[in-house]
């Protein structure tokens, strides 16, 4: 029973243009999110963070916005760029345990 | 400093092998965590560790033992390999509670014949 759920297996975008991701989640008890960017043959790297207290964090290109009711998060990376294609994994934490998604492949065109 | 490392980086098993994946790390962090990731599955977690000679069931865990008999090791054990457990294996360590970020490992891709 996956509690986070990433229904966008790929996501193909311009570069220059804004990439959305999105996750949600079934856990109430959840309460810190994160974003874990992958390249292949590599392990995940920690991108950004959000606790469940604030419903927005910035970290240069990126930002991630929570929505505590609708127990959904997305990630926004603006302007994408070539070497944002990976996979992107969104994990929530409970009990210092993380649950992850599937994962979204974001491939970034010239 | 290194991080997370983890050895081997592939192997080859014919079921009913048996194999340790060895998994260390220098950032003197209390929290350990194997993960195995399979294909439209995500990260599923096998087992953790919460410090120096503590371990715990994850997600996943039939099929695999675990040791934590140093802080920066963390051993994740397959005693008779079945294909099922084919899959990439990501060891990932934290600080201690409270901080939710773990650090990766490369992984160890495995393939049970």
């Known amino acids: 029973d996956q509690q986070v759920k990433q229904n966008s297996p790929s996501l193909s975008v311009q570069e220059g243009r804004i990439s959305i991701l999105n996750c949600d989640y079934t856990?109430?008890?959840?309460?810190?999110f994160l974003w874990y960017k992958k390249y292949p043959a590599e392990g995940p790297t920690f991108l950004i963070s959000?606790?469940?207290?604030?419903d927005k964090n910035e970290d240069g290109r990126f930002t991630v916005f929570l929505n505590k009711s609708a127990k959904h998060l997305s990630l926004h990376i603006v302007p994408s760029q070539p070497g944002d294609s990976a996979v992107y994994f969104c994990?929530?934490?409970?009990?210092?345990?993380?649950?992850f998604g599937a994962g979204t492949t974001v491939t970034v065109r010239a | 400093n290194a991080g997370v490392t983890q050895t081997p980086k592939f192997r080859v098993l014919k079921t009913g092998q048996s194999m340790t994946l060895l998994c260390a790390q220098d950032?003197?962090?209390?929290?350990m965590y194997w993960y195995r990731q399979d294909p439209g599955m995500g990260l599923r977690l096998i087992h953790y560790?919460?410090?120096?000679?503590?371990?715990a069931k994850g997600e996943v865990p039939d099929g695999y033992n675990v040791s934590r008999l140093k802080k920066q090791n963390f051993l994740l054990g397959l005693e008779s390999a079945a294909p099922s457990q084919t899959s990439v294996y990501f060891c990932?360590?934290?600080?201690?509670?409270?901080?939710?970020?773990?650090?990766f490992g490369p992984g160890t891709r495995l393939t049970v014949l």
């Open positions: 990932a360590s934290s600080y201690q509670r409270g901080y939710n970020e773990q650090f």
């Open positions: 856990n109430s008890m959840f309460d810190y």
């Open positions: 959000i606790s469940s207290i604030k």
């Open positions: 994990a929530a934490s409970g009990n210092y345990k993380l649950s």
């Open positions: 950032m003197n962090h209390e929290y």
């Open positions: 560790s919460v410090g120096e000679g503590t371990t």
